[in-house]
Structures are given as C-alpha cells and as structure tokens.
C-alpha cells in the first residue's frame, strides 16, 4: 500500500487507537530522530576525512616530486586488490627525493 504520509502520522487520524500502535509511533520518532544524529556525525566524519586528506596530500606535494606521487599512483594501480609489500624507501624506491623538505 502505497501512502502520500508516513504510515505513522496516519495513526492519529484513524478511531480507536490503541496503546500498542501509539508504543509504535513512538519507536519510529525515536528511530527517526537516531537517524538524524547519525547523519550529522557522518557528515561532521567526512568533513574532517576531507580536510585531513587535504593537508596530506599538501604535506605529498612538499616532501615529494610530482613524478614520484605519480609513480607510486600507477604501482597502486597495477597491484589493486594485492596485498602491497612493505618497502624501506630510505632504501630505495623514492630515494633522495622523499625527505627533501622534511618540517
């Protein structure tokens, strides 16, 4: 059944209401209101991934050549969904670049 309302807002509206179906209304209100909490912190959550994000990709761009960041882009691309080994980059790699303006 389709309703142009909530189902819920029609429970005032019909006779002979009961405890149970007014318990119901309840629990959605409470449900909805949850809801809406958990909206804002996960918008408050991706404001600060986006913002940390940022300052890590400045903190990239200062430490790292444009050539380097794009290296590492396209080994990330190539082993998607395989597990990266762990690589010493003072040992090679990204060498004499990666700590060139190390605050």
Sequence with gaps: MKTEN???KLIAHLPEIGDPLLLNVSKIDRLKGQIE???KE???LKTTLEVDRA???NRLLRNYTESEIETADVICTQRAGQRA???DFTQGGFTGQAV???P
């Design 6 to 8: 909530p189902i819920e």
């Design 37 to 39: 909490e958990v909206e």
């Design 42 to 44: 996960l918008f408050a």
């Design 55 to 57: 300052k890590l990709t």
């Design 85 to 87: 080994p762990i690589r």
């Design 100 to 102: 060139k303006n190390q």
